[in-house]
């Protein structure tokens, strides 16, 4: 009688830690994909470069780049630059 009980035991706790590994094993794989996901909000950056705010001397080079370039008679080489960065 108290081997049966014993086998009956080990039968159920048998069966509870399986539940229990299968509880787990979902929740880890519908879980981590939402914790390694990008942002909500970001979806439109996918793998994109942001800009990023330049120093003061940068945008003073690149204003005087610009008037140079108008000087010498080349005055959207600036936009043709900035198009190509942007690509």
Sequence with gaps: MRTFLLKRMRRRLRRASLILQAVVLTGGLV???AVFAAEAG???HGAHATPVAMPGWTQQLKGQTVV???????????????????R
């Design 31 to 33: 879980v981590t994909p």
């Design 42 to 44: 970001d979806g439109q």
């Design 68 to 86: 140079e370039n108008a000087m010498e008679g080349h005055a959207d080489n600036a936009q043709k630059m900035e198009m190509q960065h942007h």
